[in-house]
């Protein structure tokens, strides 16, 4: 069965320091692979997806088949990075994600 | 260009009674998805709907129903409802021929007393 685990609840950096937010997935084929961030009282948003291989707000995510992560990566945390983020797998094109636990991102300043 | 949109954005329901969701989906999209949410959890996958059908399910039981109307919105019926139902449900749109690239709606937070 599909699985992503975000190993992380809670994150804390100083603001300035690099980030990394872990993500594992257990998938036997070739999944796609999602970070959703959630702001205080905001929606649940797209920041990256690994098919587009793109930076937003400085994050980037590569796919390590290998490992089967997808981890997430600052390398300069700033205050406003402060959000939860999501791991999500998508398989076969269906429309249908599993997400991860989420971790709690906290950027100090 | 209207987002995903919700309603209602908070109730609350006393057990064993029943509620209805809202959704209208992204301009464009077709296919909607509804999530549950529960507190310090990640979303988990409750059904979706293309062409007015269910198309996929999670591992949610039956009390779980929904419906899609010719214009792509969608309702979540959740009946009989047990305390453990209260979550934020979400609302997930995408675009014509699929894809996994779906986007949420601000969600309904549903508590069950």
């Known amino acids: 069965a599909q699985r992503v685990t975000q190993p992380e609840k809670l994150l804390s950096v100083f603001k300035g320091a690099p980030v990394e937010l872990k993500c594992n997935y257990s998938?036997?084929?070739?999944?796609?692979l999602f970070w959703y961030v959630q702001y205080s009282r905001q929606r649940l948003q797209l920041l990256l997806r690994?098919?587009s291989r793109e930076s937003i707000k400085g994050f980037t995510a590569d796919l390590n088949k290998g490992e089967t992560s997808f981890h997430l990566k600052k390398p300069f945390a700033q205050e406003e990075d402060s959000a939860m983020y999501y791991c999500?797998?998508?398989?076969?094109?269906?429309?249908?994600?599993?997400f991860g636990q989420g971790t709690t991102l906290q950027v100090k300043p | 260009d209207a987002g995903v949109t919700q309603s209602p954005t908070h109730l609350i329901k006393t057990r064993g009674q029943q509620v209805t969701l809202r959704c209208s989906p992204k301009?464009?999209?077709?296919?909607v998805s509804w999530y549950q949410q529960a507190l310090g959890q990640g979303p988990q996958f409750i059904f979706q709907?293309?062409?007015?059908?269910?198309?996929q399910r999670g591992n949610f039981p039956d009390r779980f129903s929904g419906h899609q109307f010719p214009n792509y919105s969608s309702e979540l019926n959740v009946n009989a409802l047990l305390l453990g139902d209260s979550a934020l449900y979400l609302c997930?749109?995408?675009?014509?021929?699929?894809?996994?690239?779906?986007?949420f709606g601000e969600g309904s937070w549903l508590t069950v007393v």
């Open positions: 999500a797998s998508g398989a076969g094109n269906t429309g249908k994600l599993i």
């Open positions: 998938y036997s084929g070739s999944p796609e």
């Open positions: 690994h098919i």
């Open positions: 301009s464009g999209h077709d296919t």
């Open positions: 709907y293309y062409e007015e059908e269910e198309r």
């Open positions: 997930a749109s995408s675009l014509p021929a699929g894809g996994n690239t779906i986007y």
